[in-house]
């Protein structure tokens, strides 16, 4: 990782005051990040994949897409998408912020659109897709469109990554990409907060098809 970025990181994870697009600090929640073993482990598979383009959904003060975006600078590959209507209004621009002031806006762009919009259009342009992290809104019914907004644009041999797995909402979305995605095959990682999926074929289910699911 660049010390430029190590010390970014650190920062925020010390929860200090951070710059937004408008220049001036702006307090951070301490509750809205991910793990630092989180973050490495987002690197970690994305550097093993090394995909063409990568997205995310949920992008917030950018803690993975730093860690995300760090490993495509090091290791010189990809581009990266992050899906987030609230960056402005909500977040103060630190995140793109933080992208553009480590030198990294060359592989990241910010897509300010809802999930579904956002997705949906990427599918109707072509975008094809080897890595999705997916950490938005965190309802059973948003998360589950993400996936199946996700697995239309997603390539064969690419992965889906959820995180926090300790709320009931993803963990039920999880009970159900297992029963009724037969085209996909969990991936066992590290991080218990984490669930990952691989993708091994196209949808190729019945119009019909439905397991139940607890």
């Excluded at 995909?51 to 860690?67: N, R």
């Excluded at 060359?106 to 342009?125: I, P, W």
């Excluded at 072509?126 to 965190?138: L, N």
Aim: proline residues 4%; glycine residues 8%; negative net charge.
């Amino acid at each position: 990782m660049l010390e430029t970025t190590r010390r970014k990181l650190d920062s925020m994870y010390r929860g200090e005051p951070q710059p937004g697009r408008d220049g001036a600090l702006h307090e951070i929640d301490k509750s809205t990040r991910i793990s630092v073993e989180q973050g490495e482990l987002l690197a970690t598979f994305h550097q093993k994949i090394r995909p063409k383009v990568s997205i995310e959904v949920g992008m917030a003060y950018g803690f993975s897409t730093l860690f995300i975006a760090d490993s495509m600078h090091e290791h010189n590959y990809g581009y990266h998408l992050a899906i987030d209507p609230f960056q402005a209004s909500h977040w103060h621009g630190i995140a793109t912020t933080g992208v553009n002031d480590l030198g990294f806006e060359q592989r990241v762009r910010h897509v300010n659109e809802l999930s579904v919009a956002g997705l949906t259009r990427m599918h109707e342009q072509g975008v094809r897709a080897d890595y999705v992290f997916i950490d938005g809104q965190h309802t059973f019914d948003s998360v589950l469109v993400d996936f199946f907004c996700t697995d239309r644009l997603l390539n064969i041999g690419g992965i889906v990554l959820f995180d926090d797995m300790w709320m009931p909402s993803i963990r039920k979305v999880a009970s159900y990409v297992r029963a009724n995605f037969p085209h996909y095959t969990e991936v066992p990682t590290p991080v218990a907060n984490v669930f990952c999926v691989l993708k091994n074929a196209e949808d190729s289910r019945r119009w019909d098809h439905f397991i139940d699911f607890n």
